[in-house]
């Protein structure tokens, strides 16, 4: 029995009689041969059966089987300098395991709404390859850089009694006779991490009942959450851009193929190195007013305003000291103009738009509980999170990374529907 491989290791195997296992991709006869484009996962390779070297029965067993039939093919690796993966499959034998329905997704040209509808079936395709490997690149970066850093990895908990951005946006859920949220961020857990562990993470899904049907928005989404104590909004925003310098870096040098599959334009990623431009909110609506865009000063900016912001640098910029009007209970105004917040916002480059949201929290107790009467919020759901102010209170910040902007804008895609196995929208809970 010849020894089974994997197409990604094949090149271990040149001149060996090997099997592998997988789906067919596509084929083509000419003659006397058939061409056949075998997939396992690892990888892609033509498996070439010529007439005269196998059986009648079994060259007959090309024509019959479908795209996307699982079938094991035995046969001697060979070079081919002009295939993709610079090795071919010379045929000896072929076992047809299932022979595949009419599969719906063929290489013509598809709708996005029918290829969402079969996203099951979309992974298989080289493009989604592409996007996910670079996903789980970026996944395992994020990881490296807080782990290489002395980060403890705090995992927050996704049912929570707390609303940490803003109650319009809750998924709300029945929880043994009282009520639970779905989690829309794991900040406050990671604030209790950072005061324990002095510097802490979580990753994990978060929720978002966003009504809104942006290219940028998913009702379930992926955030990476550091947490550090002793931390203002400067170290934020530099341990942001060393951050995000890093999984660039990361990408650039172990993904090269993914991306040109995606033909991403890697001169303008390799340009992410910091330091990055830092602009006041104050700074940002100057441009907006420069470049004639209808904007209210003091209002949050929109997906529109950031691209054009964005669009001004060729590296991510970091916009910080929004109106404290705008943003969240428990950021810490700016001594310096308590009508702003000491916050950030990472705008990603290419018109891509925010990627990060931090900044510095309120660490002192009665500003807090005020603050939090004032967002009418419940005050006994929050009495836990007072408890980090009563008990050894200090400077502290971090911030939130969504993991589907960051993939979006690495992979140079143009919707995040695209950047998770499984993307969940509005319209969107299938399957
Ligand atoms: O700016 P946001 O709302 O900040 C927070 O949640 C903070 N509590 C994070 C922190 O400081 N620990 O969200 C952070 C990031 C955004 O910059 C964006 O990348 C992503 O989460 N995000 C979304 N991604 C996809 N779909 C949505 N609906 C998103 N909402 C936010
Ligand atoms: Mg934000």
Known sequence: MAEKVYIGDIADHAGKEVAVTGWLYNKRSSGKLWFLQVRDGTGLIQAVVFKGSVSEVLFQRCEEITQESSI??????????????????????????????????????????????????????????????????????????????????????????NACEGTSTLFETEYFGSKAYLTQSGQLYMEAGAMAFGKAYCFGPTFRAEKSKTRRHLTEFWMIEPEVAYMDLNGDMELAEDFISYIVKRVLDNRRPELEKLERNTEALAKVVKPFPRLSYDDAAAILKEKEVEFEYGSDFGGADETVISEAFDKPVM?????????????????DDPSKALCVDVLAPEGYGEIIGGGQREDDLSVLEAKIKEHELPAEA????????????VPHAGFGMGIERAVSWICG???????????????????
């Open 413 to 431: 895609l143009s919707h995040v529907r695209e950047t998770i196995p499984f993307p969940r929208l509005m319209h969107r809970l299938t399957p």
């Open 319 to 335: 916009v910080h000291r929004y109106p404290a009007a705008i943003k969240a209970f428990y950021m810490k105004n700016d001594p």
């Open 382 to 393: 929050f009495e836990w999170y007072l408890d980090l102010r009563r008990y050894g209170t």
């Open 72 to 161: 094991t093919v035995v046969g001697t690796v060979a070079e081919d300098k002009r295939s993709a993966g610079g090795f071919e499959l010379q045929v000896t034998d072929l076992q047809v395991d299932q022979v595949a329905q009419d599969y719906p997704i063929t290489p013509k040209e598809h709708g996005t709404t029918f290829l969402m509808d079969h996203r099951h079936l979309w992974l298989r395709s080289s493009r989604q390859h592409a996007i996910l490997r670079i996903r789980h690149e970026i996944v395992g970066a994020c990881r490296d850089f807080f782990d290489g850093r002395g980060f403890t990895l705090v995992d927050a908990p996704v049912f929570t009694p």
